[in-house]
């Protein structure tokens, strides 16, 4: 039988902010266990939370970016249950009213566009963080997670493979950082993603049982657990099986998932209202305030690059895959460099230096003025595209002014006409074996000529006058 | 030191009158308060944590800036007894419950600030009914507590430690928390004044949570005067909890010894009925005419969902304490079992070790009303007939200033004699628990004695945020009263 | 209203993480049943369109702003836990994650 997958996403991202959700503990990943708690994230008996307005605000830009609705009116819940990672044996969180709903993702998969809906995106606290490599063979728990803002942002069943599962987050992460609203990083737990799958017969409209896969550390490990799961629905539903409705925990190294046992009252979580907190109003005003302050998004420009600049599709996706390479990049341009140039440099070279050496790009030492800087004296031939790469390299490492390093180093390309045809000649005359095989009509070996010939002229040879000089050289017999 | 014998007796405006004027020193007055504590206490069993020598360090520090004419603030020396709810860093917080034993709070709670900062001298934790739930505080987990007026008897609850301190004068001032009528019950009781401000008026923060959107602090007091003084320093807005209102605070104390002929008193007439113990309706009958008699207009007003009020009471204070009290688990603080082996036996056996039979009676009630089928029917539908409540006194008072009401149905049980029927215990909330509900603010002063000595107390409920008018009835009240309540016979 | 169970009582128990003896348990169906019961006199009220009452007080947006004010020392943190390793606090071993 042939089957369609349908799946649903869950992200819960780490909002942030400088502050905890509900009180003044720093936000802040690695720091040793339980120093960054207070009484209000320890559930000390007494006392009270206090909503962070940051965590609200990113939450609405986050929404509007997703072209959510925003509510008018919404409300903090309690959702009770026991468990060590949680301070208070409730998450405050929101229930039947989320602070956005109904938006939309557009991704794009083999070349066309799919519009993913979202359900809702609603505020809640992340949980401690439980430890069970302690010597004594006791957990420990580590409360300096408890309370950092989380942002639950849930599709519909929209999705029908692990490849469009994989471009939602991949646009969705392209969104929140974007945004700055979340470091998204899927190891350290900033943003973790749970699909939940089921398979249909195709054409069926009927949704099948699903499961819900946990604790996986990256997008392709999401992937690979969707691929996982269909295969397993699969085999069950053609061995005449049903599928269980579950949650699963993914086991990177093995590639599998594996049931949770789970008690059947684990799911009654007694909502109720948070009597401690009163609600969230977002006014018309509000929410324009917010809008206003969006950054252009990732589809929008893109678009717009890809058309003020006349790049290929390809390009314009590369360049504004993320925001401050984007900004780098336009930044460059305002600098002077010419589009396309800027463009090859940025995703050539100057992409390769920031990999090797694992730098994000806002961090890097060089500006893009010094960039277009570069590339102005590509274009007025005072140094070679090959030097470039190498002075790139060198203002990679040191930060300095291409103009400074090109005078400091005498990088300066040869255009003396009269200085190159010495230089030529006497390679000519050192090398008369590659000179008779030109001219007995091997014209490949030029290309050993020229070559020893920017070796004799340290690489700054004018290229162009130096195939031109050679050329006539070679004429003449 | 003859002069400081009768120092516990007074009020705490005298006292503060006394030690300006120079007639005595902070230290007199606590060390006459601990004397008085060493000698009653033993019989009223109101302190779960005596903190003589704090007491008595901080009296001395606040004669020193006395004496160099610094102003240490209102409440400057005077005497003051927590509730043992209420989170302080000296001593420990233990709400009276053997799963909290040896609490200590490393952080303080907003309204203690404000006593410290005003200058109070803080004497230690009262008893109270576990986590505040009771009307007895018989279900506190270390001792009951008695009435001063008659040890026979109950001082009501939950904050029955704190009534009982004020009127045995083993404390000038206490603090309690009323959800339901636990300030204002037991200070009918015990024959003193207890007020509970309206919801949002004083902050809840470091105040143990019962029932979260009904639970408000308020104060026990010996006179009118007194309660004006407290609640000057307590009122107002707090940048720690959301629930506290941003409006301004008046000055209570212009709320004293003005006139009353522009009062109208509403009398609902769904609380004068035949439950209603005929000595106290009398009580509150002769009280109403003193204010008749300084010009106050006196109507009848109806509450139509009075009946109801116990009914939604006991929906939704268990729901919210059932997710209130989940954080008693063992882990990070708290009693914890020593033979758990696994998680969910380290929340079983501590829980049902370290909460007593009431607390998990109200634990079991709130959760099965939340529970999966049940929310609609019973937490849903009680937050409905809330709003209806609110809508009566919102109605009631288009009509009139205040409501005049007798605090309780009787005067003082007798211990254990209610213990077994928790339904009955229940009932003993009738006339408080609305004003909770609706959020409104309502005190209790006391309105006489019954025939075997045992005081009768009178309910004022006021519009929200109008403790003034409340406090201006109250004073008018007790000014022109006729007669003198007297102190309880514990000689 | 349905009335209530001992297999409700038990299930209740069990959300509410109590552990109850036979004896506990035919106490507490006996109470909450009588409590309960005592509660459905709400039925006899029409609540149809009556908006529930979630919060005395009309406000609404009561935020604290995004500042960093601190947080306890570690010790000060664990000193009332039964149970830490002066960095942790201490729980059985976890089996089953959720
Ligand atoms: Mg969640
Ligand atoms: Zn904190």
Known sequence: MEYEPVIGMEVHVEISTKSKVFCGCANEFDAPPNTHVCPICLGMPGVLPMLNRAMVEASIAVGLALDCTISRWSKMDRKNYFYPDQSKNYQISQYDLPLCHDGHLDIEVGGETRRIRIRRAHMEEDTARNVHTLGSGESGVDFNRCGVPLLEIVTEPDLHSAEEAHAYLTALKQILEYLDVSDCNMEEGSLRAEPNISIRPKGSEELGTKSEVKNIASFSGVQKAIEFEIRRHKKILDEGGAVQQETRGWDADKGLTIGQRLKESAHDYRYFPEPDLVPIVVDQAWEDTIRETLPELPLPRRARIREAYALSEFDAGVITATKPMADFYEATLSAGAPPKQAANWLMGDFQALLSDSKTEIQENKISPEQLAEMIALIEDATISGKIAKDLLAEMFDTGKDPKALVEEKGLVQISDAGELEAMIREVMESHPGPVADFRSGKHKAKGFLVGQVMKLTKGKGNPQLVNKILDEELEKT | MTMTLDLHSRTAHELRDALRSGETTAVEIAQSYLDRIADVDSRVMAYLDLWEEYALEEAGALDERLAKGEDPGPLAGIPIALKDNFCTTHGTTGCASRILRNFESPYEGTVVTRLKDAGAVLLGKLNMDEFAMGSSTENSSVQPTHNPWDIDRVPGGSSGGAAASVAADEAAIALGSDTGGSIRQPAAFCGCIGMKPTYGRVSRYGLVAFASSLDQIGPFTKDVEDLALIMNVICGRDPLDATSADLPVPDYSESLGREVSDITIGLPKEFYTDALNDEMRAKVDAAVAVLKEQGARVIEVSLPHTDYGIAVYYIIAPAEASANLARFDGVRYGFRHPDAKTVEDLYKLSKSEGFGREVQRRIMLGTYVLSSGYYDAYYLKAQKVRALIRQDFDRAFEQCDVIITPTTPTAAFKLNEKIDDPLQMYLNDVYTNSANLAGVPGVSIPCGLTDTGLPAGMQIIGKPFDEETIIRVAHAYERNRGFDPGKPPLE | ?98
């Open chain 3, 1 to 98: 209203m349905a009335r209530i169970t001992l297999e409700d009582v038990e299930y209740v128990a069990g959300l509410a993480q109590l552990t109850l003896d036979d004896q506990a348990k035919q106490r507490l169906l006996k109470e909450m049943g009588e409590i309960l019961a005592y509660v459905d006199k709400l039925n006899e009220l029409d609540t149809d369109g009556i908006e529930p009452m979630m919060h005395v007080l009309d406000i609404s947006n009561v935020f604290r702003e995004d500042v960093v004010t601190g947080s306890l020392d570690r010790d000060a943190a664990l000193r009332n836990a039964p149970k830490t390793d002066g960095e942790y606090f201490l729980v059985p071993r976890i089996l089953d994650t959720e």
